[in-house]
Nanobody
Framework: QVQLVESGGGLVQAGDSLRLSCAAS????????MGWFRQAPGKEREFVAA????????YYADSVKGRFTISRDDAKNTVYLQMNSLKPEDTAVYYC?????????????????WGQGTQVTVSS
């Protein structure tokens, strides 16, 4: 079992930056692929970014490519999402997810553990 706790969300203005953190506890973190997803009001949960077990491979949704960066620090059992040049359309609840595999994927149903989410609101 893996427990995930997100933090770092908040209210910012368009063009600002935020860094989300996801702290993992329980099983060995280093063997898991990790992902970030988001869900805006009235919309389905969508993929944002993912990173494989070693950090050597990362994947991004087209809507955030070039603005967001996913990274991991296995010594701290933490995965990060650096979000730059935020836009109002980035407003959503952001969820961290862990997959019992070394391979990162972009589909939510392939992830086994989820955090409770952190709200990100970007005002125009």
């Amino acid at each position: 079992q893996v427990q995930l706790v997100e933090s770092g969300g908040g209210l910012v203005q368009a063009g600002d930056s935020l860094r989300l953190s996801c702290a993992a506890s329980g099983r060995t973190f280093s063997g898991y692929a990790m992902g970030w997803f988001r869900q805006a009001p009235g919309k389905e949960r969508e993929f944002v970014a993912a990173i494989n077990w070693s950090g050597g491979s990362t994947y991004y949704a087209d809507s955030v490519k070039g603005r967001f960066t996913i990274s991991r620090d296995d010594a701290k059992n933490t995965v990060y999402l650096q979000m730059n040049s935020l836009k109002p359309e980035d407003t959503a609840v952001y969820y961290c997810a862990a997959r019992s595999s070394r391979v990162a994927v972009t589909v939510s149903y392939r992830y086994d553990y989820w955090g409770q989410g952190t709200q990100v609101t970007v005002s125009s």
